[in-house]
T-cell receptor, first 113, second 112 residues
Framework: DADVTQTPRNRITKTGKRIMLECSQT?????MYWYRQDPGLGLQLIYY???????NKGEISDGYSVSRQAQAKFSLSLESAIPNQTALYFC????????????FGPGTRLTVL | SQKIEQNSEALNIQEGKTATLTCNYT??????LQWYRQDPGRGPVFLLL?????KEKRKERLKVTFDTTLKQSLFHITASQPADSATYLC???????????FGKGTHLIIQP
C-alpha cells in the first residue's frame, strides 16, 4: 500500500463550490505539506503542519484552508473555488531528522469550471 | 528573494550517454540540496540529497555535485536509458523547519 494517499484523484467542480482534498499517511511523520503545481510554475507551498496543533501558511495560502485532524491526516479546503485554482495538488510528508526530504502522494487533479 | 534556476528547455540525450542537469540558486545559503524525479501526472520521488559540506554524492548511475561558491549543483545520469526520461527537480533546504524550495524542473528525454 502507498505510504501517502490522496482522495479524490480527480475532481471537476464549479466556481463557488466548496471542495475538500484529503491526505492520509502511514509513514508516521509529524510534518505534512500541501503544494500546488501549475505547468511551468513548479511546486508552490500552500500550507504546512509540524504537528496536530501547528499549522503554518505557505507562499500561496490565500483562498485555501487546512485541517490537521490527526497525525496521519491533513485536509485542504477551497471554501469557494475559482477557475485559477485549477491545478495539480500534492500532499507530502517529511522526515523531521534535519533534511526535510519530502514523500509525495499521487496528486489530485482539480478542475474548476 | 530566493531564486532557483533550472534549464526550462527540454534536454535531449542519446541513450548510453551521460545526461547532466544544472541547478543554480541565488539569495540562498542552503544546508541541503535535494534532487527529485517526477513523471507526468505523478508526485515527485526523492533521489539524492547532498549537504553543504559535501562536494559529491553517488548512487548507482546517479551523481550529484554541490559547489556552494558557484551556488550550483550538477546532476549526472550515466549510461542513460529511455526509462530515465522524466522531469528532474532541484530543491533547497536551509535546514530549518520550513520545508523545501523547489525549482521548476528540467524535462529530460533519453532517445533510443
Amino acid at each position: 500500500d502507498a505510504d501517502v494517499t490522496q482522495t479524490p484523484r480527480n475532481r471537476i467542480t464549479k466556481t463557488g463550490k466548496r471542495i475538500m482534498l484529503e491526505c492520509s499517511q502511514t509513514k508516521g511523520h509529524d510534518r505534512m505539506y500541501w503544494y500546488r503545481q501549475d505547468p511551468g510554475l513548479g511546486l508552490q507551498l500552500i500550507y504546512y503542519s509540524f504537528d496536530v496543533k501547528d499549522i503554518n501558511k505557505g507562499e500561496i495560502s490565500d483562498g485555501y484552508s487546512v485541517s490537521r485532524q490527526a497525525q496521519a491526516k491533513f485536509s485542504l479546503s477551497l471554501e469557494s473555488a475559482i477557475p485559477n485554482q485549477t491545478a495539480l495538488y500534492f500532499c507530502a510528508t517529511s522526515d523531521p531528522q534535519g533534511a526535510d526530504t519530502q514523500y509525495f502522494g499521487p496528486g489530485t487533479r482539480l478542475t474548476v469550471l | 528573494s530566493q531564486k532557483i534556476e533550472q534549464n526550462s528547455e527540454a534536454l535531449n540525450i542519446q541513450e548510453g550517454k551521460t545526461a547532466t542537469l544544472t541547478c543554480n540558486y541565488t539569495n540562498y545559503s542552503p544546508a541541503y540540496l535535494q534532487w527529485y524525479r517526477q513523471d507526468p501526472g505523478r508526485g515527485p520521488v526523492f533521489l539524492l540529497l547532498i549537504r553543504e559540506n559535501e562536494k559529491e554524492k553517488r548512487k548507482e548511475r546517479l551523481k550529484v555535485t554541490f559547489d556552494t561558491t558557484l551556488k550550483q549543483s550538477l546532476f549526472h545520469i550515466t549510461a542513460s536509458q529511455p526509462a530515465d526520461s522524466a522531469t528532474y527537480l532541484c530543491a533547497l533546504s536551509g535546514g530549518g523547519a520550513d520545508g523545501l524550495t523547489f525549482g521548476k524542473g528540467t524535462h529530460l528525454i533519453i532517445q533510443p
